[in-house]
């Protein structure tokens, strides 16, 4: 069992930066991608960014060049530094990893970016 805890979310004015955590219950960052999605309201949950074990990152295309994923083993904890946020990020962000064949999901934070 895998517990996944997200935090970092909250009202920001476009332009301004967040940065969310991921908080893992257990040690799988050194063996286990990890990912960050987004629920926008009215749409579908999209992938925003993933790091490999070998901290190979990959982006959605809306965020490349604003937001930096990154991965602390020894804490457990995986982050999302959002900068230049834009309305359009305003979302649930959510963490996720997939152990051992089963998918694990956070409960979400939600980001708004006022205009």
């Known amino acids: 069992q895998v517990q996944l805890v997200e935090s970092g979310g909250g009202l920001v004015q476009a332009g301004g930066s967040l940065r969310l955590s991921c908080a893992c219950s257990?040690?799988?960052?050194?063996?286990?991608?990890m990912s960050w999605y987004r629920r926008a309201p009215g749409k579908q949950r999209g992938l925003v960014a993933r790091?490999?074990?070998?901290?190979?990152?990959d982006y959605a295309d809306s965020v490349k060049g604003r937001f930096t994923i990154s991965r602390d083993n020894a804490q457990n904890t995986v982050y999302l530094q959002m900068n230049s946020l834009k309305p359009e990020d305003t979302a649930v962000y959510y963490c996720?990893?997939?152990?051992?064949?089963?998918?694990?999901w956070g409960q979400g934070t939600q980001v708004t970016v006022s205009s």
């Open positions: 996720y990893a997939d152990y051992f064949g089963s998918p694990y």
């Open positions: 257990r040690n799988i960052l050194s063996s286990n991608e």
């Open positions: 790091i490999t074990t070998g901290a190979i990152t």
